[in-house]
Structures are given as structure tokens and as C-alpha cells.
């Protein structure tokens, strides 16, 4: 049988523009290693080389010797993991809360929530600069992590979930049985709502793993730099060596690639789910 | 709810024997496990939101040594920074450039890749969304590289057709175009994904029965599909406007350029506070930023809900 329409539409058309669509959106994948894996007189010719080349290595070797590339790895692995297992925890117990017990002005408290989502992050920057600077935080990793532990979209995310996939005669059945809300929660809801940690998860580390502007800010000295700081450190102090810069930003790009290429799954249902419920 | 919940465990109270649960029990853990949000929102987000207008009625440096200057910060700004307004005006020229053609593309990659006929769906949703992942650093940094003046490959390809190389970095709009297509690489995947899901959640009998009345698939999508799709356009649209609002990496790592054409409005008040330590001129820049996103969030809101194909 054939499809509706299918004759309208040149099929072939169509293949063409999602494969010239595809193509632009690799090509740029493609072009940081071929300029990181060349030489800088390979790189500034015309025509410029088109090809990878045999130098990745050595480019490798100069961005080793110009930042602390495993350093800021580091730092950015303790952060998004801290910050990941952190949101999961405090959303999920939120959510929680306002899918399945019941306190006075919770609907006041959600809507607010939500709203809170419209306040731009840049607004209060100066002043959260200003607090984490009378902590003693500046230069800490925690500058980054504290204020990311919990975030509204978190909640609002583990909310919908929790509230369409615990039913509430399980939960009417373990309180008969004596159980308290944190202990529904922990042996009832967690094992109950693992895809749901699955995706909240990889969005979470995602975010936390590029993010820009608030470590910029309050991470200055080079030993806690991230690795986006450090890429940014490598792109200003050495602006003419592009295949060494390439290289490290190749590097630094190819940990978040795989990990989306495993997850990438649960990453899109993530996007989705968020958007098509609100 | 309360009153079943109260019901039910004086039940259970009669029948078992087991301690009767008072309510408010139920409402302090509530209050327990929703306060870790507010608690931080409290501290990173409600209270600098004052103190930034506190802040932007001082001038106020990095060693916190301040002096009461009224709404002076706010007259200065509005009335004799033409680099301020500069900024803004960049903003939106960037915001244009970049979002329209990338919510007609991805409406467009998504009204295709909703076809049933359609092969290898999956690889072509992974390839167009995986820019999406990578930071706005690296970014930035591979499209200065491919929109380098000399040797950028960019270039490289105009002159193969026949076309002069453009100076990218150092013309108004090269720069800004620039800026531009990092923003559009970077999110045109994520807003084909959340449009594929709206276009999954439409009836096919609706363009069944469009088909069999003998409409073609550009009128289907134009008198269906967009009309179906406003409440998922206009939620784009409203991500966009505050993601189009806060651009600032990439102006900072590309380079504004000589007559700041680059410079958007949070890179000028990230310099204002972060590099020139003037704090109390940047809050009052921070709540001008403000008031400028929410009006144009509800100009766009009305405009989207104006749009009728």
C-alpha cells in the first residue's frame, strides 16, 4: 500500500536535504581534527589541507604542555558528577513531595517553582559572585557545585514522571504498612523511577559538563579551572596555533561525545518530555 | 485527598491497633523534601535579585567600598552609554539572524523526518542533533577557526565558486553572521527533536482526511501542521528569546570586533562587573537586561499567538 502523499513529494529531494542537513551538522566534528591533526603550515595554505594528518600527537603534546589538560578534566568530572548525583537526589525527593503528598499551599509552591524558571541567570550574578566570594569559595570547586544541586526543571521533570508512574494505591498500601514518606520514597519510589534518573541524569551532566559563564566567573585560578575554562585560557593565549587549539578542543569535545552516543537515547527523551508536557 | 488520607488512617487505626498517623506528619516531610530548592533559591536566586537593585543604586567596587548615588547608574545607562545600546541592538540582530531561520529549518527537518515513508529516521535525527551537545566553548572556537579571514575554510569554499573572500572578523556583518551560525549549529537538532515530538502527538487522520480532500503536503503543512504545532512553536520561541538574551561565549571567544559589532549585552555586563569591577553600574545594567527580556518575551508570546497561517 502506498503512503498518503507520497507521490506529491519527490523522495529523492528529500534525501538530498536531510543529507546535505546531516552534513553540515558533522562537518565541523570532521574539521576540528583535521585541523587538529596537521601542521600549522599544513593548516595556513590555500588550498588548506582537507585531509587529517599525521600530527594530532604532537599537537596533543603542546596542549599538555600549556594547560592542565587532565587537571581540568578532573575538576570538571568531580563537578558534573557531583552536581548530577546531587539533582537527581534533591528533584527526585521534590518531585516526590509534590506528586504524592499533600501540604497546605503546594500548588503555591509548584507555581512558583515554575516561575522561578523565567528569571535570567545573569540577573543575580554579580550579587551570587559577591557571596561566594565572602564564603571564601572562590577557586573551590563547590563555588560551581553548591549552587547547581537542585534545579527547578529537575523538579518540575521528576514530578511528571513520578506522578504518572507511582500509582497511589501502592503508596495508600505501603503507609498502611507503616512505611514513613522517606522510606516510600527510598525502597517505593527510587527503584520505580530509574528511567526517569536515567534521563534527568545525562541532561544534568550534560549542562553541568558545558557550562560557561558562573565557573568563568568565580573559578580564576588555573588549578581549578574547568575544562571549558582551559579551553578558553588555550584559545586566547595562543590565538595563532589553531591545531594545537583544535586539538585540545577535539580532545576535550570527544569524553561528552561518547557519552551521548550511548545515551543518547534517554538524552532525547529527556528534551522531549520536557517540552511536550509544558 | 486530605480528608480521604485522614479516613482512611483512622481505618487503619481501628482496625490494627497501629499508631494513628497524624496529618502533620505528611506536611513536614513535604516541606522537608521540597526545601532544598527553595532553600538554594533563597540564597542564589531570590536574595541577589534584591541585592542587585540594592547594588544598582551604589557605586560600588570590588572592595566593596560604596556610596549612594540614587538612580544615577540607571540615568547613565539610559541616556549616555551608546555602547550599552550598542549591545542591545546587537542582541536583537543576532537573535533575528539566528532564530528565524533556524525555527523555519527545524519545523522544516522535522515536518520531513515525521514522514512515514522515510528511512534511516534515526541516523538522520542523531546526526542534525549532535551539535547540540558539544559546548559552546568548542564551538566557538572551531567556527573561528572555519571563519578565519586568510585560511578559514569558509572562505576557502566561496572562492571555489567563483566568490571574494569575506572578512568575517572585522565587518559588522560577518561577525555577526558569524555568531549567528554558531547559535543556529548549535540548536536547530534540539528544536527539530522537540518539533518531531509535537508532530508525533497529530493525529494522521486529520492529514488523511487533508489528502483525501486533495490537499498537497506544502498546503498540509502550512494550514495544518503549523496551526497544530503554536503551543510547541511558541515554547521555542520563548527558549530562544532567553537563550538569544544571555549569548556571550561566543562574542567573547570569536572576538567582538573593532567597532564592537560583536558585543551582545551579557558579554558588556559580564566586562562591566568582571573586568572593570564596577558593580553597582553592572546590576543596574543586570535589571535593565531584565525588564528588556521579559517585555520582549511577551511581545514575541503575542506575536506567536497572533500568527495565524
Redesign the interface.
Known sequence: MREVGEKKVPKFFLYIFLTFASIISIFPFYWMFVIGSNTNSEVNKIPPALLPGPNFVENMQKVFERIDFFGSLLNSFIISTTITIAVLFFCSLAGFAFAKIDFKYKNFFFIFLLATMMVPPQLGLIPSFMIISALGWVDQLQAVIVPGMVNAFGVFFMRQYIASSIPNDLMEAAKIDGCGNFRIYWNIVVPAIKPAFATLGIITYMNSWNDFLWPLVVLKDKSSHTIQIALRTLNDAYTTDYPMILAGTFLATIPILIVFLIFNKQFIAGITEGAVKS | ??EH?TV??EA?DNK?K?KY?P?I???L???L??S???I??A???V???I??AY?SLHKWNVLGEREFIGVSNYQALLTNDPLFWKSVGNTFSIWVISTVPQLI?ALI?AF??N????KAKG?????????N??????????????F?T??G?IN?GL?LFGLEPYDWKGSYLGTQLAISAMVM?RW???NT??Y???LQ?IS?DL??AA?IDGA??TQ?FLYLTIPLMRP?IL??VILST?GG??I??EP??FGRGASNQGLTM?LY??EE??TRFS?GY??AI??V??VI?ILF?LFNMFLTQRIKS
Open positions: 485527598m486530605v488520607n482512611h488512617s487503619v490494627t497501629k498517623r496529618k506528619h505528611d506536611a516531610s513535604g516541606y523534601f521540597i532544598p530548592f527553595f538554594l533559591f540564597i542564589f536566586g536574595y541577589p535579585l541585592f542587585t547594588l529549518l527537518l520531513i523526518l514522514q512515514a515513508f522515510l541516523i538522520f535525527r542523531l546526526a542534525v542533533f549532535m551539535p551537545i558539544t559546548s559552546v566553548v568548542a564551538v566557538a572556537i572551531i567556527f573561528s577557526a572555519m578565519g586568510n585560511y575554510v576557502y572562492t549549529w536547530v537538532g534540539y527533536i522537540i518531531l515530538a509535537g502527538g494522521k492529514y488523511e489528502t498537497s503536503k498540509q510547541i515554547f521555542t532567553i538574551m544571555q556571550f561565549a567573547l571567544l551579557t555586563l559580564y562587573a568582571f558593580f553592572g546590576a543586570a535589571w537586561l531584565f527580556i518575551s
